[in-house]
Every structure is written in structure tokens, then in C-alpha cells.
């Protein structure tokens, strides 16, 4: 009996993940000039959840406008209401070196226009969601 209530424990725990990271990933493409290139792309090292492309305008020495290609790493996270730490400080160290280990094995195989890449976060606090853009960086 025990060990059914922790599978369906873990079995609401992964459909809700799914829901958030569905609803993430609408969330993004209402905002301009992304595009979904890839959904829980895994690799020997990590998973990561949504990889976009998004279009960004950029400033040029010379003051004027060029748009750039930007590919984004996305990592959703969900947190209780009251909970802890938000889904922004739940990203540490270790979860940082997974999404980069999966990051570079999708890197490895893309072949797309992308001049630059970064890694968000979106957190969903039981409310709303928010994203935080460039939440860290990887070592070249």
C-alpha cells in the first residue's frame, strides 16, 4: 500500500512537471520571436526541458540595429507556494553542470543560425510564471 501511494505520489509529480513545462513553453511563444527547436532533449549527462531560438534585436557599434540569433537552454521549474527557495535558487552547482553536459551534446549535433547561446530559467510559482534571462553561464 505504501509503495502505490509514493508511485502515485511520483506519477502526479511527473504529470504536473509535464503540465508546467507545456504551459512554459505556450508562455514563451506568446512572446516574440521564439521558436521551439527541441522539447526534454537528454543526453548521457543531463536533460534539458525547452531549446528555443530566439530573435533579438541587437545594438551596433555604429548605433544602429542588426538582428541576432540567439539559442536558449531553457530549464522550468516549479515550486509550492511558500516553498523554501524559488525555482531560480533551485537551479545550483550541480543542476548547472547537467544542463551544460546536455547543452554541449545538442550543441554538438545543431546546425542551425544561432550566434550566440544562453541559459534561462522559468519558474512557476503557483501564480505566474518568470523567467530569468542568462540565470548562468557555462566555463568555454
Same mark, same amino acid.
Given at each position: 500500500?505504501? #509503495? =502505490?501511494?509514493?508511485?502515485?505520489?511520483?506519477?502526479?509529480?511527473? /504529470?504536473?512537471?509535464?503540465? %508546467? @513545462?507545456?504551459?512554459?513553453? $505556450?508562455?514563451?511563444?506568446?512572446?516574440?520571436?521564439?521558436?521551439?527547436?527541441?522539447?526534454?532533449?537528454?543526453?548521457?549527462?543531463?536533460?534539458?526541458?525547452?531549446? #528555443? =531560438?530566439?530573435?533579438?534585436?541587437?545594438?551596433?557599434?555604429?548605433? /544602429?540595429?542588426?538582428?541576432? %540569433? @540567439?539559442?536558449?537552454?531553457? $530549464?522550468?521549474?516549479?515550486?509550492?507556494?511558500?516553498?523554501?527557495?524559488?525555482?531560480?535558487?533551485?537551479?545550483?552547482?550541480?543542476?548547472?553542470?547537467?544542463?551544460?553536459?546536455?547543452?554541449?551534446?545538442?550543441?554538438?549535433?545543431?546546425?542551425?543560425?544561432?550566434?550566440?547561446?544562453?541559459?534561462?530559467?522559468?519558474?512557476?510559482?503557483?501564480?505566474?510564471?518568470?523567467?530569468?534571462?542568462?540565470?548562468?553561464?557555462?566555463?568555454?
Amino acid at each position: 500500500m505504501a #509503495f =502505490e501511494r509514493i508511485k502515485n505520489r511520483e506519477t502526479h509529480r511527473l /504529470g504536473f512537471g509535464l503540465e %508546467i @513545462e507545456e504551459r512554459a513553453c $505556450e508562455w514563451l511563444r506568446l512572446q516574440s520571436s521564439w521558436m521551439l527547436i527541441a522539447r526534454n532533449f537528454r543526453s548521457r549527462g543531463g536533460e534539458v526541458d525547452l531549446i #528555443f =531560438e530566439q530573435l533579438r534585436p541587437v545594438t551596433l557599434p555604429g548605433g /544602429g540595429l542588426q538582428n541576432r %540569433i @540567439e539559442l536558449v537552454f531553457v $530549464e522550468v521549474r516549479a515550486r509550492e507556494i511558500g516553498g523554501m527557495v524559488s525555482g531560480f535558487e533551485s537551479v545550483g552547482p550541480a543542476k548547472q553542470r547537467h544542463l551544460a553536459l546536455a547543452a554541449r551534446a545538442f550543441l554538438s549535433r545543431y546546425r542551425g543560425r544561432a550566434q550566440a547561446v544562453r541559459f534561462d530559467v522559468v519558474d512557476w510559482d503557483g501564480f505566474q510564471f518568470r523567467r530569468m534571462e542568462n540565470a548562468f553561464s557555462i566555463p568555454e
